[in-house]
Structure formats: structure tokens, C-alpha cells
């Protein structure tokens, strides 16, 4: 593994700072407040060098039980822990509580360091040691490599040089996928240069003059430096400690937890679902509404807990939760956390992101856990399916579902491939719709159809617009509108007649009586030619004919306003006449339209408007020309 970061755990005065210098050389505790009071409160950052060339990060994280929020801060990107036991003190509280800490965020790779070994006697290191494995035979670290060290004298600390080595030979490449993500965990200003934050960088590249956003806030802030171990470099990769220098921003706009990213669609959020292992020594278990410390990244916001699926989740045990936060915060699927306890302050539990933009839903709901185990099990196409069948807005596009799940385009775009091919996913201009989600989109729209069905037995279908009306509130926009009844078109699941919708199985059947009136309103029509007529005049050939007539409209009968009609033949023969004599002449007056209908002034203007409305012809001032609709 090329880029690696190296975290210090243990409990205070155990010699995690003094490790830190003996390995790089680098004093960490640089702060007056840490010199006077000989512990790290803040972060400490170095770097050395391995004897095959590598360079390491190295974070050195505080001790003191009080100072474990900045202690969690530093350990997103870490790859390894080396865990600082005094060889005179053994185990200690606070190192317990980093091992359950470490843990519980998903560290793996561990060296115990024993430290000031030069400082007692080999009967009492014997008995410290022994005491060590014992009390790490049910953990993680059983297997754990002890090596002993003393950083005045400098026993041990090549061979510990050595055994990091080994470990980053083994360390797979960290994926370097997905939009750049920063976590800052330290901010200041320098002369002359301005604005400069630090952290690991989770995911992607970032490059010289690459243009990021600062979360919460989604500010726009320039790269304008990039340092990794104190020196320039063009880029920072996955998995680099590095420092930026921003512009457009001063520093005391940032504080430590806000977050850097390339995605422009990254959304806070007030509540998170989440898996979480409640410790075992957590015997309240966790329950409904309990206050509890979210440490993620390099942030700590207070939160409720609303255990899901069951009453409270006990100690030792694991369950679901959803955290109500009291600030927003910025977090991705899969990103690991830390609950403590309010007051007073302890580690109850860990576990990690299953739905970043949560919604409030019911505790005991079937499909809500089904929806959190999917999450959990974290296959790329489930987690693809799930996003878009539960995100606020029915269409997203693989940009989104890129920066959410944190995987690249062209990964997102295989698994797209295979959805679809499969059916699972539907493609259209306006994004991709999950076929789940379309079909309760569907129900929704067929019940909006069957109602108006109901009402206008005699009307093909909606009007579309009316229809567009009606489905605003589940849609972002008319485009996705749009996309979805072509959608409905393509399953099937619709008609489309004369600019209206209806279910695929209906069908306008009359009665006798208002076959009658279709009968004599369209004869009426027909005989009356280019001349408009009434509306009310028709009314009064038949009691039926009102509703008959507007269940004819453009289909046999042609509404030139709210009040006048012709028939649908008239109009159209009003169409070819228009279009053949601008195409002979290349315009066409009002006067030249009534002149080849033979009809009077005020009809004629009543139809060449029509004509302008529908798109078959254009007005240019005193004259008409062919519209978009028989310009072909």
C-alpha cells in the first residue's frame, strides 16, 4: 500500500507523543497549554520515513478521557493503529476505551507498542505482558504483535520500523474512487498564503486548482497549494494526510468537521439510519429518545436515539437506529461512528452509516427493515436500488448516485447496465427511475386517471396539462413529468388521444340518447362550414348534447375559444387551404384567408388564431407564415 496513515492509541502519559518523536523526529505537542500540562489535547500530525523509502503519516491522538471527541477526530483515513502500553502500568481505562473505540470504527490492523521498556525489570515486563494477551483474548488485537520499545534509549524502535514495514506489504490499495472528500480536522491561517486545513483525504483526487465545496454552506473554494509530508506536490490521492491551501474562504469561516468535496449535490441532514454494536459494557442498553455524543469524522453532535425494529438494544447486542441530530451534519453510507453517553461521558456504542438523508418512518415497519438489512448487506446494485426507490425525488442520474454511494462513474454505469437489461431500472432523458418506485408512481396515476374517468365518462381521457397539475407534488419538474408518462406510454400503461391521457383499458361508450345528439352536433357543424357556432346554440338540439360536446372536443369537434366550435373535418380542411397557399405565395393575410374559405372576416380570424395557438401557422405583422407544425 503506497499511502498510509499510522494513528497512536493508549492511555495518557503512556508515551504516545515521545513514540511519535523517537519514530519522525517531529515534536507533536506544540501548543503551550500541552507543553505545561505534558498530554496532547489537540491533534498532532508527523510523518517518517520506512526503510524501504516509504513515507507514513503518522497521527498522534489524545489520551485523556476528556479529549476522546478530538481523539475519534483523528482517525478517519487511519489504516493502522500502534497501541502505546506502559511497560510499568499495563492496561490502563482509557486505553480499554480506545481498543472498544477503535473497534467499533472498524480498525483492523494493530501493533501493540509497550513503552519505557528500559524502565523495569524483565520479571514485571514478563508479568505485564502476560497480563496484556489475557486481557486481549476475546478482542480483536489477540494476535496482535507486541513489540517493546523505549524512546529515550531508542530500544525497539527500528524493529518497530521494521514491523510497520511489514504491515504496509500487506495492506491492500485503498480504492481511490468516487468524488474527493475531506474530512478537516485542523484550520489556520498562514502570512502571505491565507487559509490552510488539513485532514485525510477519504475518497478521490484532489488537484492544484481543482474548485471544492465547503459543507455546510456548500461555499466554492479554490485549491491554490497541496502539501503531503511539508512538500508541494501537484496532487493529494485516497488515503493522504494532506494540507490545502484555500482561497475565497477565511479561516475563521471553517471550523473543525466541516467538510470538503467536488460533489455539488451533497445534501446535510438533521437524521441518519445507522447499524450500531452497543458495548457490553453499556448495561441501560440504548432506548427511545436517549441523549446520546455522535462522533463521526471530525465532528461531535449531540443526537436521540430511536431504536428500530425493537423496544432497546442491550448491551453487547446489535440493531438499528435512527439518529435524530440536534446540528447537521455531512456523512456518507458506510462511514463509521461513535456514540458516547451525555453526561457522564462514556463509549456505549459504534457502527456505521446505512441511509445518510433518512426520513422519519415507523419503528416496527416490515419494508423499513428490509430497507436497513439491504443497506447493511452493501451489495453495489441493492445499494443502487435502494437509493432510488427511497430518495425524495423519483429521478436521479448517475452523477448523484456517484457522489452518494462513492463509487465512480463507470462502476455506477455497469451496474446501470445490468438494472436495466434486468428491468429493474428504467432509463429516460431526465434520469433513471427504479421500477419498484415507478410502479407505485403508477398506481398514483392510474387512480388520478380512474377518478376523472369517472367523473367524464364521455371524455377520452385528461387533459395532459390538468394531468401535469395533479402529479406536481410527487415531481421536480415538468421534464420528469414528462419522462414518466413516456414511461407509462412504453408499458403500456396509458393512452394518448388528442393531447389527453387514459387508462390503456378505457374506452368512451354512449347510449343511445347521446348518439343522438353526436349525430346532430356534428351534422350541425358539418353544415355550417368555416362558420363558427356557438356553443349554447348546440346545447339546445338535445338534452345529452353538453356532455356530448365536450366528450368530442378535438376529436370531431374544434374549439376555436371557450364558446365558438367548427368540426374537426372543417378545421382540418381550414389547414390545407392555409398550408398550400403560403407555400404557393410564402404568406398568407387575413383578407386572403377569408377570400379561399369563403367565409366571413370575424370567422376567419377566429380560425387563423387557432391556427397560431396549435402551431400551424406564425403571425408576422400583418400576415401569416407556416408554423413549426407544417414548416417540414
Not at 371 to 396: H, I, Q, R, Y
Not at 398 to 420: C, F, H, M, Q, R
Not at 465 to 483: L, N, P
Request: negative net charge; glycine residues 6%.
Amino acid at each position: 500500500m503506497t499511502n498510509i496513515v499510522i494513528g497512536t492509541a493508549g492511555h495518557i502519559d503512556h508515551g504516545k507523543t515521545t513514540l511519535i518523536k523517537a519514530l519522525s523526529g517531529i515534536e507533536t505537542d506544540t501548543t503551550k497549554e500541552e507543553k505545561k500540562r505534558g498530554m496532547s489535547i489537540n491533534l498532532g500530525f508527523a510523518y517518517m520515513k520506512l526503510p524501504n523509502g516509504l513515507n507514513v503519516g503518522l497521527v498522534d491522538v489524545p489520551g485523556h478521557e476528556k479529549f476522546i471527541k478530538n481523539m475519534v477526530a483523528g482517525l478517519p483515513g487511519v489504516n493502522m493503529i500502534l497501541l502505546v502500553i506502559d511497560a510499568a502500568e499495563g492496561i490502563m481505562p482509557q486505553t480499554k476505551e480506545h481498543m472498544d473505540i477503535l473497534t467499533l470504527l472498524g480498525v483492523e490492523n494493530f501493533i501493540i507498542v509497550l513503552s519505557k521498556a528500559d524502565t523495569v525489570d524483565a520479571d514485571l515486563k514478563e508479568l505485564v505482558i502476560e497480563d496484556i494477551k489475557e486481557q486481549l483474548q476475546e478482542t480483536k488485537l489477540k494476535d496482535a504483535p507486541i513489540i517493546e520499545t523505549d524512546s529515550v534509549t531508542g530500544t525497539g524502535i527500528e524493529e518497530l520500523k521494521m514491523k510497520i514495514q511489514e504491515f504496509a506489504t500487506t495492506l491492500p490499495e485503498r480504492k481511490n474512487s468516487g468524488q474527493p472528500r475531506l474530512n478537516i480536522d485542523r484550520i489556520f491561517s498562514v502570512k502571505g498564503f491565507g487559509t490552510v486545513v488539513t485532514g485525510t483525504l477519504l475518497d478521490g483526487t484532489i488537484k492544484l486548482g481543482d474548485e471544492l465545496y465547503l459543507y455546510p454552506g456548500k461555499k466554492k473554494v479554490r485549491v491554490r497549494n497541496i502539501q503531503v509530508h511539508e512538500k508541494d506536490v501537484e496532487q493529494a490521492t485516497s488515503g493522504q494526510r494532506t494540507a490545502l491551501n484555500l482561497a475565497n474562504v477565511k479561516s475563521e469561516e471553517i471550523e473543525r468537521g466541516y467538510v470538503l468535496s467536488a460533489g455539488e449535490n451533497l445534501e446535510s441532514t438533521w437524521m441518519i439510519d445507522v447499524k450500531v454494536t452497543s458495548l457490553p459494557e453499556n448495561i441501560t442498553g440504548i432506548g427511545l429518545w436517549d441523549r446520546v455524543r455522535f462522533l463521526i469524522g471530525t465532528r461531535e453532535v449531540m443526537a436521540r436515539t430511536v431504536p428500530i425494529g425493537q423496544e432497546l438494544i442491550n448491551a453487547g447486542e446489535e440493531g438499528f437506529l435512527q439518529l435524530r441530530l440536534e446540528e447537521e451534519v455531512l456523512v456518507k453510507e458506510k462511514d463509521r461512528f461513535i456514540l458516547r453517553s451525555y453526561s457522564p461521558m462514556y463509549t456505549i456504542a459504534g457502527g456505521e452509516v446505512l441511509d445518510a438523508q433518512a426520513s422519519k418512518h415507523k419503528r416496527f415497519q416490515e419494508q423499513v427493515m428490509e430497507s436497513l438489512k439491504a443497506k447493511e448487506a452493501g451489495s453495489l446494485d441493492e445499494l443502487v436500488l435502494d437509493f432510488l426507490f427511497n430518495k425524495k425525488t423519483p429521478f436521479a442520474k448517475p452523477k448523484e448516485l456517484s457522489e452518494y454511494l462513492g463509487n465512480s462513474i463507470e462502476e455506477i454505469n455497469e451496474i446501470i447496465a445490468v438494472l436495466v437489461e434486468e428491468n429493474k431500472l428504467f432509463e429516460t432523458t431526465n434520469g433513471l427511475l427504479e421500477q419498484k418506485r415507478f410502479g407505485k408512481l403508477a398506481q398514483v396515476s392510474t387512480e388520478i386517471l380512474q377518478a376523472y374517468h369517472k367523473k367524464y365518462r364521455l371524455r377520452s381521457g385528461i387533459p395532459i396539462e390538468e394531468y401535469r397539475s395533479q402529479m406536481r407534488t410527487t415531481f421536480s419538474s415538468d421534464k420528469e413529468i414528462a419522462s414518466f408518462i413516456e414511461l407509462l406510454l412504453r408499458n403500456n400503461q396509458v393512452n394518448e388521444v388528442n393531447k389527453t391521457l387514459a387508462t390503456s383499458d378505457f374506452e368512451v361508450k354512449m347510449n343511445k340518447y347521446q348518439l343522438d345528439a353526436k349525430n346532430k352536433i356534428e351534422m350541425t357543424l358539418r353544415k355550417n362550414g368555416f362558420m363558427p357556432v356557438v356553443k349554447e346554440e348546440l346545447y339546445s338540439l338535445e338534452k345529452n348534447a353538453e356532455e356530448v360536446l365536450e366528450a368530442l372536443a378535438n376529436q370531431s369537434v374544434m374549439f376555436l375559444n371557450h364558446e365558438e366550435v367548427i368540426s374537426m373535418e372543417n378545421y382540418q380542411k381550414a389547414i390545407d387551404l392555409t398550408k398550400n397557399f403560403i407555400k404557393e405565395n410564402g404568406k398568407m393575410t387575413l383578407g386572403e384567408f377569408r377570400d379561399i374559405s369563403n367565409s366571413s372576416r370575424r370567422a376567419s380570424m377566429l380560425i387563423l388564431e387557432s391556427l397560431d395557438k396549435e402551431g400551424y401557422t406564425k403571425r408576422v405583422e400583418n400576415y401569416r407564415v407556416l408554423g413549426e407544425k407544417l414548416n417540414d
